[in-house]
């Protein structure tokens, strides 16, 4: 079992998810992205998360939408 924080970003934006894993996983944190809101969701229902870190503007689903979704189903 690890200690290190889970972190899930989310954002459209590829660019965005990348610079923001790349600081956080070198103060080491386990990091994942995800640049569908969907697919995010799909992400929270299979593995537990310490921190989600999301974008309120997404195409699909906005972020209050989705953080509403993963409430219902946490």
């Known amino acids: 079992m690890s200690d ?14 990348e610079v923001l894993a ?14 569908d809101p969907r697919a995010a969701l799909d992400r929270t229902r299979e593995a537990r998360f310490d921190l989600i870190l999301q974008d309120v503007r997404m195409p699909g ?6 953080l509403r979704e993963i409430k219902r189903h946490d």
């Open 4 to 17: 290190r924080t889970r972190i899930l970003i989310i954002d459209d934006e590829e660019s965005v998810c």
């Open 22 to 35: 790349v600081v956080l996983r070198r103060d080491g944190h386990d990091v994942e992205t995800a640049t």
């Open 61 to 66: 689903m906005d972020g209050i939408t989705l």
